[in-house]
């Protein structure tokens, strides 16, 4: 099965601030990548699709990159909405399509 | 608009039995890969199972391959998880989530509210 690896586990900023979320697959996925948020007590939201693609309604301070092995989520100008996990998953393989192991974003 | 509700979660006792639902409207179910999704108390996603739009194919986790079964009722708008030989570490709260139409490589979109799974004794 593919490996995702997410990094960092744990990060703590400030409103304002640029956030990079790295997604590392352990073998290539093309850009069969999504990424996800989830608050606590609700189901996870899709956030980006395509490793670049931003699924409808969702804001365009939220932007993707990346491909092959490595991926990252960029959101530009973090907003209190924005304290979550967030989750990478991998669409490239039918065989089992893992997730991340999250990265929770909290307020400092 | 799209909604799934997932329901049938509840407490059961290790090697018992459980099966859930997941009623689907607001789209052509028949249409759309469908699959589960878990969460264990306090930890991340762990993907479950899919299942193609005309059940030609299905994909289980290691974790579950042999013990649960996914089946889908499109005249129904229903999608089923049959979980048997439940074991403690199945504990979870079960998420069911729309693929795509004829693929899943645009993600899950959307998730249900998920229903809460615990087995002990």
């Known amino acids: 099965d593919i490996q995702l690896t997410q990094s960092p586990s744990f990060l703590s900023a400030s409103v304002g601030d640029r956030v990079t979320i790295t997604c590392r697959a352990s073998?290539?996925?093309?850009?069969?990548l999504a990424w996800y948020q989830q608050k606590p007590g609700k189901a996870p939201k899709l956030l980006i699709y395509?490793?670049?693609t931003l699924q409808s309604g969702v804001p365009s301070r939220f932007s993707g990159s990346g491909s092959g092995t490595e991926f990252t989520l960029t959101i530009s100008s973090l907003q209190p909405e924005d304290f979550a996990t967030y989750y990478c998953?991998?669409?490239?393989?039918?065989?089992?399509?893992?997730f991340g192991g999250g990265t929770k974003v909290e307020i400092k | 608009q799209v909604q799934l509700v997932e329901s049938g979660g509840g407490l059961v006792k290790p090697g018992g039995s459980l099966r859930l639902s997941c009623a689907a409207s607001?789209?052509?179910?028949?249409?759309?890969?469908m699959s589960w999704i878990r969460q264990a108390p306090g930890k991340g996603l762990e993907w479950v199972s899919y299942?193609?739009?005309?059940?030609?194919?299905?994909y289980y986790a290691d974790s579950v391959k042999g013990r649960f079964t996914l089946s889908r009722d499109n005249a129904k708008n229903s999608l089923y998880l049959q979980m048997n030989s439940l074991r403690a570490e199945d504990t979870a709260v079960y998420y069911c989530?729309?693929?795509?139409?004829?693929?899943?490589?645009?993600?899950?979109?959307?998730w249900g509210q998920g229903t809460l799974v615990t087995v002990s004794s």
């Open positions: 989530a729309r693929g795509n139409r004829g693929t899943l490589v645009q993600g899950l979109h959307p």
């Open positions: 607001g789209f052509t179910f028949s249409d759309y890969y």
């Open positions: 299942i193609s739009s005309s059940t030609t194919t299905i």
């Open positions: 073998q290539g996925i093309s850009t069969y």
């Open positions: 395509g490793a670049s």
């Open positions: 998953q991998q669409l490239n393989s039918y065989l089992a399509l893992t």
